[in-house]
């Protein structure tokens, strides 16, 4: 079974940039889709980003396109999440994710193993 681990989360002003990093041990890519979802207070967790192991494709969040880029360094097993100008809105504790693939841009519901959460603060 695949194990993840999420870290680089930290606190940053708007505009300001962060990357997440996801390694996975137990497993390597090849064998599912990465998945990056966010939970802010009160909310649902929803999808962020999306890199699926059967296509190669990458598939983002309306939120956050254009300013969030996905990537996988297979050698390190592991997928990393650059997050350029920050918002006080993508304020959440992010998760990295195993899953079945990247349906619908990657739904909560197809995905089986869950990372620790990583917390982003943007400040304004």
């Known amino acids: 079974d695949v194990q993840l681990q999420a870290s680089g989360g930290g606190l940053v002003q708007a505009g300001g940039s962060l990357r997440l990093s996801c390694k996975a041990t137990?497993?390597?890519?090849?064998?599912?889709?990465i998945g990056w979802f966010r939970q802010a207070p009160g909310k649902e967790r929803e999808g962020v980003s999306c890199?699926?192991?059967?296509?190669?494709?990458?598939y983002y969040a309306d939120s956050v396109k254009g300013r969030f880029t996905i990537s996988t360094e297979n050698a390190e097993n592991t997928v990393y999440l650059q997050m350029n100008s920050l918002k006080p809105e993508d304020t959440a504790v992010y998760y990295c994710?195993?899953?079945?693939?990247?349906?619908?841009?990657?739904?909560?519901?197809?995905?089986?193993?869950w990372g620790q959460g990583a917390q982003v603060a943007v400040s304004s």
């Open positions: 994710a195993a899953g079945y693939g990247c349906y619908d841009r990657g739904q909560v519901r197809d995905f089986y193993s």
């Open positions: 137990g497993s390597t890519f090849v064998e599912y889709a």
């Open positions: 890199t699926s192991a059967a296509d190669g494709n990458t």
